[in-house]
Every structure is written in C-alpha cells, then in structure tokens.
C-alpha cells in the first residue's frame, strides 16, 4: 500500500471533480487500499476524498472512519445525496485545508440519506444524522470540487483565508 499526499488548499487540484467508477476491479480496491494507508497514517483524520489526494486521475471515491480504535472503515464509491432534511451548524475542518489551526460553522443537512456502491460494488443506501451526515456532505463536497471555505459567507471566508495567509507566512 502506498500513503498518498494530500493536496493543501489552495492548490488548483482541489477543484477537481472526482471521477465515476463504472467497474470496482483490483485497481480500483488497490486505490481504495491506498486511500485507508493515508487516511490511518494521518493523525485527527476523520475522512478522506479521493479528489483531495495527489492522484493523475482522482476517482469519487471516500473513505470514512472517525472511530476511536480506527476499526469501523467506511468506504463509498460513486456516493450522491439523494434526500437530506434538517439544519446543522458545527465546526468542520479539513485536512487540506490547515486542520490544526483552521475550524469553521457551516450549515449543512441535519440528516441524508446517500446512495453509494461499496467496496464490492453493490449498490447501497446509507441514511445519516448529526456528525455522519456532516461528514458525507463534506467527502461529497470534495468530490464535486468543494472544500468547506466555499460554503461560507464571503465575509467569514475571507478571515480564514486572511489567518491562513499568516500562517503560511511563517
Ligand atoms: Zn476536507
């Protein structure tokens, strides 16, 4: 298995819209394999989309495990939102987008129910609240090219990006 790196906003690679898998073969289980190596090697993370990744050809691939023992892995292919209800507001962070110093509000869907294929490519449905939900709307954003900065107002976007320029500073 091979850590991948993962890209730090702002880099342009970030907006790149993850890939449909038709076929999950050995090439796909290999890249998923690889997604969980950089997800477990990478400490506070929660989740990992494919497109946040250094990959040529990133595919919509997440990788979710936020368990204390890091031993309840959730892997989604191709996921989607098909129903979400419901208002939350709770901090998020990012991996690439300076987690140990950037945390953020953002409103989501209190609850979703998300159709997916999962890692033997059977088609699932997955129904979420509160944290989960929050979680699979961030993976999702990130695999239409979102990071959480472009859910925020401009003026609360534009302190973030002010700190994270000071920070890069240094
Ligand atoms: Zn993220």
Do not use: W
């Not at 959730?74 to 987690?99: A, H, K, R, T, W």
């Not at 140990?100 to 059977?122: C, I, M, P, T, Y």
């Amino acid at each position: 298995m091979t850590k991948i790196r993962i890209l730090d906003y702002p880099d342009p690679k970030l907006k790149r819209v993850g890939k449909k898998v038709d076929v999950v073969n050995e090439e796909v289980k290999k890249i998923i394999a690889d997604m969980f190596e950089t997800h477990y090697g990478t400490e506070n993370c929660a989740a990992l989309a494919a497109t946040q990744l250094d990959f040529a050809e990133p595919l919509a691939i997440t990788v979710i495990d936020f368990s204390e023992n890091k031993d309840d892995p959730l892997c989604l292919i191709n996921p989607e939102i098909i129903e979400s209800d419901g208002e939350q507001f709770e901090y998020e962070g990012c991996m690439s987008v300076y987690p140990d110093h950037l945390h953020e509000r953002v409103k989501r869907a209190e609850r979703v129910v998300v159709s997916a294929l999962n890692e033997q490519g059977e088609r699932i449905e997955l129904s979420a609240e509160g944290f989960m939900a929050k979680c699979l709307q961030h993976e999702i954003d990130h695999l239409n090219g979102l990071t959480y900065l472009d859910r925020l107002s401009p003026l609360k976007r534009q302190r973030l990006l002010d700190k994270l320029y000071k920070i890069k500073k240094k």
